[in-house]
């Protein structure tokens, strides 16, 4: 069973668009994760939820909406797709201790083309 | 706030030879400390950890890194490096609710 899965794996697009990546974690994590990779290999996080509510929004265009139904799934809405959304796209969950969040375990990438 | 360096963008090494990947980090509270490697076209898996204990922290793959608080570094090293270490390196800080990840270490393993 895979502990982090997150689909579509590719994901190529127009510009304009709008579309979803979903992400799902068997572990019974209470905190969930997106984050984008550049071409650069460069690692942002994004947002982190944790039982279902949102902690971090870091500075992403409001164009990016996750949502979070349940503490196993994470899914990240984008619309109106722009060039420079273009990355890999990974999602990650972690348990949360009293003092910091424990190691993350990852999915394995969604790379998004917008064209 | 937290933050992570990572020295070497790119650290190439023949096969056999023993490697340093180099991590500092800043921070004004206790943090947990990781190492991540990412091979092609996948996502990213655990190395090691250093949570508390022992500074020298021994990871998968025959890593190991050394915690060293006075400097605030924590330096990822293999004694003997194979071709398939060849990947990308993160080291990365954990607060409550947040990891910040380095920029990352190209490691290239030439035979």
């Known amino acids: 069973d895979t502990a982090v899965s997150q689909t579509p794996k590719y994901l190529v697009t127009q510009m304009g668009n709008d579309k979803s990546i979903k992400c799902e974690q068997n572990l019974g994590h209470d905190t969930m994760y997106w984050y984008k990779q550049d071409s650069k290999k460069f690692l942002k996080i994004m947002f982190s939820y944790n039982n279902k509510e949102l902690i971090i929004n870091e500075t992403v265009p409001n164009r990016f909406s996750p949502k979070s139904p349940d503490k196993a799934h994470l899914n990240l809405h984008i619309n109106s797709l722009e060039l420079g959304d273009s990355a890999v796209y990974f999602c990650?969950?972690?348990?949360?201790?009293?003092?910091?969040?424990?190691?993350?375990?990852f999915g394995q990438g969604t790379r998004l083309t917008v064209v | 706030a937290q933050s992570v360096t990572q020295l070497d963008s790119q650290v190439p090494v023949f096969e056999e030879a023993p490697v340093e990947l180099r991590c500092n980090y800043s921070s004004s509270v206790s943090v947990y400390l990781f190492w991540y490697v990412q091979y092609p076209n996948q996502g990213l898996q655990l190395l090691l950890k250093y949570l508390s204990g022992s500074t020298l922290v021994k990871g998968i793959n025959g890593f190991e890194a050394e915690f060293n608080k006075s400097q605030t570094s924590f330096h990822l090293r293999k004694p003997s490096v194979h071709i398939s270490d060849t990947a990308e390196y993160f080291c990365a800080v954990s607060q409550r609710g947040k990891s910040t990840f380095g920029d990352g270490t190209t490691l290239t393993v030439k035979p």
């Open positions: 990650a969950s972690s348990q949360e201790s009293a003092t910091g969040a424990g190691e993350a375990f």
